[in-house]
């Protein structure tokens, strides 16, 4: 498939796991949630296709702050590991489960280990450290 198309895919891949999600949940956050995620992600995508500079960390600000800033600190919703095995022995179906559903398990599987690059706020927190890339390689450990 060509380049060109791939913002356009990415887009039609997550509007359709929103209109799955709000039909099927009868909650039209869903279509809220999966249809910004996914225009984010198509957003920085098109951006790294037109050479821009800073095209995945446009990418990781729009999905990053809205999950840890809306999802995270206003909604309330616990998306790591502990909040995921909560959720999932309680028998309850809430963003946790989503997210690793989405995050960890599909994401990963259709799109390659550079999905976390684009829509993971971990990542994002970790890419905007203030740290500096070394000029020099470091010694190995142990030899």
Known sequence: MKKKFMPLLMLAVFETVAVVFWFT???IFYLF????????????IFLFHKRYKYARRA??????LYMLVYL???CGENMQIEGFWYYLFTGVFEAATIH????KIF???FFGRGWCGY????AMVLDFLPYKVPETPG?????
Request: hydrophobic share 45%; net charge positive.
């Open 59 to 64: 990418a990781q600000l729009l999905v990053g």
């Open 100 to 103: 690793y559903a989405v995050a």
């Open 107 to 109: 994401g990963p599987l």
């Open 139 to 143: 010694k190995r450990l142990g030899g």
């Open 25 to 27: 949940q009868d909650n």
């Open 119 to 122: 829509a993971c706020w971990t």
């Open 72 to 74: 995270g600190l206003i």
């Open 33 to 44: 949630n999966f249809s910004y995620i996914g225009m984010s992600i198509s957003f920085g």
